[in-house]
Structure formats: C-alpha cells, structure tokens
C-alpha cells in the first residue's frame, strides 16, 4: 500500500502564503494529485505533478521532488474562500487507483 | 466537457433496508469509474472501481456491491444497510486526474 501524510490543521491569515507538504511512500510512481475541498462538497481537482519541479496555476503551485517522495501545495494571496480542506494523493506505477492522505483543513482568517 | 451526475443528493435509509445509488458520465466514453465513501471528518475510501463495461474491482470486503451496467453509468447496491455505511458517497471518473460528482449524503438510522 502507500503511506500518505500531510499536516491535520493549518491556520493563516488572509492576504499571506501557506504551503501545505504531503509525503509519501509507494510502490511505483505515476503522479501526484492535490484537491480542494469544501466542507460538505465534494473535492475538486487543482493539480497534477509527475515530473520533479514546480506547476504554476494562478495563486496555487504545486512542487514535487520524486527522489524525496514530497511535495507542496503553496497557496498565495489567501482569500477566506481558501478555507477548505486540501488532499493530496499518489498514483502508483500501472495502477488506476488513487491513493489519499486524510487531508489538511485550512483555515483563512482576517 | 465532460459531466458526472449523481443521484439521490441525500438519503435518509433504515438499518436493513436496500440502497441503490447511480452514476451517470456525460461526454465521454469509456471512462474508469470510482466508487469513494468518506466518514463524517474523515478521508476517502476507495470502495470499487471499474475499467469497463461489466468489470468491477472491489476494495472493501463490505455488504456492498457495484455494478456497471452501461458504459457510462456506475451503480452502487447493498441487500441491508448497515449504520456504519453512513457517509458521504462520491463518485469518480477519469484517464488519469479523478473528477468527482456532487456525492450523495446518506444517513442510516
């Protein structure tokens, strides 16, 4: 199976950058994921990494370092609809499924 | 584009009683097919999922079943409902990146 971690809970304020790390152990490697998701809604997809770098998508980057098993989501300039809680989830080598971390909630304050 | 509908949005089931949930994929064809449940603040559970028409993998040695009747519809099915199936059931389609429908809410009393 995968091991998948991320932080439970992160707090920051409105306007400032919070980057939430996930690491991770697998069997094979095909690609790194993170979703957003609202409470009571279902996740929605933001980011997609399977080369080492970092992928840019407006106020949201993803990094991934496959050497290390890690990766961040970096969020910029948060707005109060950021609060949410943000999964991470590693596809393994010749498989369809997804695995998921439990999630970090974050929560924007002003 | 692409659209994944799922229905009922909520459902409120006694202990015992049958459960039968579909998941229907516009604008694609042959799409893989996830059934998820996720646990009141918890993480998603990968119940079953399928890579095509009439084949289905199962995760969770449940009191669930699926089935994939169409090419672009996925049913989630149990005979007696447990009060631990209550959660939050998502479905999910896709090559690579997973998109997910708007969950059905199912509370079991």
């Known amino acids: 199976g995968q091991n998948i971690d991320q932080p439970t809970e992160m707090t920051a304020t409105e306007g400032a950058i919070v980057q939430i790390n996930c690491t991770y152990q697998?069997?094979?490697?095909?690609?790194l994921f993170w979703y957003q998701q609202h409470a009571g809604e279902a996740p929605t997809f933001l980011s997609y990494?399977?080369?080492?770098g970092l992928e840019e998508k407006g106020r949201f980057s993803s990094f991934l370092s496959r050497s290390k098993g890690y990766s961040y989501l970096l969020l910029k300039e948060l707005q109060m609809k950021d609060s949410a809680s943000y999964l991470c989830?590693?596809?393994?080598?010749?498989?369809?499924?997804?695995?998921f971390g439990a999630g970090t909630t974050v929560t924007v304050r002003a | 584009s692409q659209t994944i509908h799922q229905w009922p949005a909520t459902l409120v089931q006694p202990v015992g009683s049958p459960l039968s949930l579909e998941c229907t994929v516009e604008?694609?064809?042959?799409?893989?097919l996830y059934w998820y449940r996720q646990a009141a603040g918890r993480g998603l559970q990968l119940l079953f999922y399928?890579?095509?028409?009439?084949?289905i993998s199962s995760e969770v040695p449940q009191n669930l079943s699926a089935s994939r009747p169409q090419d672009r519809q996925f049913i989630l099915s149990s005979k007696k409902l447990l009060l631990s199936d209550s959660g939050f059931y998502l479905c999910?389609?896709?090559?690579?990146?997973?998109?997910f429908g708007p969950g059905t809410r199912l509370t079991v009393l």
């Open positions: 399928s890579v095509g028409i009439g084949q």
């Open positions: 990494n399977v080369l080492d």
């Open positions: 604008g694609t064809s042959n799409p893989n």
């Open positions: 989830a590693v596809r393994p080598l010749n498989d369809y499924k997804l695995s």
């Open positions: 999910a389609w896709g090559p690579n990146e997973q998109f």
């Open positions: 697998t069997s094979g490697f095909n690609g």
